[in-house]
């Protein structure tokens, strides 16, 4: 399984952007799909989560203002983010879990502007 991201960029705070990441190879048994973002110098963190049967969850800090979703019939993953602040700027990752491995996608980066 390969996973591309995109849809990064520099936006102004209160603004919105929307991430892809296109999956390709098998998704047969997937368990979850997330997004995490990454500081650098900090750990990576967790974001959101969509499970195969749309259940969906979110850290607090980004509850209300993001959401995330998935075409199943493309592969796609989308994370929607309004209402940006500067502190959501990082690189962001996609992940896809399986019963055995996790993988991920390279990063992409988002810049909010003060």
């Known amino acids: 399984v390969q996973l591309q991201a995109s849809g990064g960029g520099l936006v102004q705070a209160g603004g919105s952007l929307r991430l892809s990441c296109a999956a390709s190879?098998?998704?047969?048994?997937?368990?979850?799909m997330a997004w995490y973002r990454q500081v650098p110098g900090n750990e990576r963190e967790y974001v959101a989560e969509i499970g195969r049967w749309n259940n969906t969850n979110y850290d607090a800090s980004v509850k209300g203002r993001f959401t995330i979703s998935r075409d199943s019939a493309k592969n796609v993953l989308y994370l929607q983010m309004s209402n940006l602040r500067p502190t959501d700027t990082a690189v962001y990752y996609c992940?896809?879990?399986?019963?055995?491995?996790?993988?991920w996608g390279q990063g992409t980066q988002v810049t909010v502007s003060s």
């Open positions: 992940n896809a879990k399986f019963n055995g491995p996790t993988y």
């Open positions: 190879g098998s998704m047969i048994g997937w368990r979850s």
